[in-house]
T-cell receptor
Framework: KNQVEQSPQSLIILEGKNCTLQ??????????LRWYKQDTGRGPVSLTI?????NTKSNGRYTATLDADTKQSSLHITASQLSDSASYIC????????????FGQGTILTVHP | NAGVTQTPKFQVLKTGQSMTLQCAQD?????MSWYRQDPGMGLRLIHY???????DQGEVPNGYNVSRSTTEDFPLRLLSAAPSQTSVYFC?????????????FGNGTRLTVT
C-alpha cells in the first residue's frame, strides 16, 4: 500500500530560527513529490514540486530536498516568521494519473515570537 | 482570477438529508477533484474529472456523486448524509498537460452531519 509518513507531527520554534521537516514515502511507481503549506481554515498552497531527477528545489525561504534512492524528502525553512505557522503537507505522485497522489498527514509548525 | 471557489463555507445537515457542495474555477483547468480532510489523516480523493463529461472514482467515493457538465464547475452531491461524512471538503484543480502542474485548492467546506 502506498504510504507517506511525515515527522514530526508537530513542532514549535522561535521566530528567526531554522527548522527541517521530514517525509518518508513508499509510493511506487514514483512520479513527483510535492510540498504544500496549509494555513488554518484555508486550502493547501503549493510550495515545491520535484521530479525523480531533481534533488533540491527552493521557493524563497523554503528549500525541499529529495533522495529518490532512500525515498526521503525534507523541507527546510530558513529564518522562520510568524506567518510560517501552518501545516506542511508532503504529497507523492505515483504513475501517470492524478488519481495516484498520496498525501501525508502533515506537520503542524508553530512559530512563537 | 478568483482561482477555485467553494460554497458554502460551512454546512450542518441532519442524517439522511441531501445537499450539493459547489466548486468553480476560472483558470480553464481540465482536471478537477474533490478531497476530504479528516483529523490525523492525509487528504483522501473522493472523485475527479479530467474534462467536461468525464468523471472517475477516487479512494473514498461511496456516498458521493459528481458530474462535470462544464469546464468551470464540478459539484459534489451527498444523496443521503451520514455522520461519517462529517469532514472538511476541498475542491482542487490543475492542468493535465503535465503531472508537474500544481494543484490549486479552494478554501474548503466544513460539513457537520448530526
Amino acid at each position: 500500500k502506498n504510504q507517506v509518513e511525515q515527522s514530526p507531527q508537530s513542532l514549535i520554534i522561535l521566530e528567526g530560527k531554522n527548522c527541517t521537516l521530514q517525509c518518508n514515502y513508499t509510493v511506487s511507481p514514483f512520479s513527483n513529490l510535492r510540498w504544500y503549506k496549509q494555513d488554518t481554515g484555508r486550502g493547501p498552497v503549493s510550495l515545491t514540486i520535484m521530479t525523480f531527477s531533481e534533488n533540491t528545489k527552493s521557493n524563497g525561504r523554503y528549500t525541499a530536498t529529495l533522495d529518490a534512492d532512500t525515498k526521503q524528502s525534507s523541507l527546510h525553512i530558513t529564518a522562520s516568521q510568524l506567518s510560517d505557522s501552518a501545516s506542511y503537507i508532503c504529497v507523492v505522485g505515483g504513475g501517470t494519473s492524478y488519481g495516484k497522489l498520496t498525501f501525508g498527514q502533515g506537520t503542524i509548525l508553530t512559530v512563537h515570537p | 482570477n478568483a482561482g477555485v471557489t467553494q460554497t458554502p463555507k460551512f454546512q450542518v445537515l441532519k442524517t439522511g438529508q441531501s445537499m450539493t457542495l459547489q466548486c468553480a474555477q476560472d483558470m480553464n483547468h481540465e482536471y478537477m477533484s474533490w478531497y476530504r480532510q479528516d483529523p490525523g489523516m492525509g487528504l483522501r480523493l473522493i472523485h475527479y474529472s479530467v474534462g467536461a463529461g468525464i468523471t472517475d472514482q477516487g479512494e473514498v467515493p461511496n456516498g458521493y456523486n459528481v458530474s462535470r457538465s462544464t469546464t468551470e464547475d464540478f459539484p459534489l452531491r451527498l444523496l443521503s448524509a451520514a455522520p461519517s461524512q462529517t469532514s472538511v471538503y476541498f475542491c482542487a484543480s490543475s492542468h493535465v498537460d503535465s503531472l508537474n502542474s500544481p494543484l490549486h485548492f479552494g478554501n474548503g467546506t466544513r460539513l457537520t452531519v448530526t
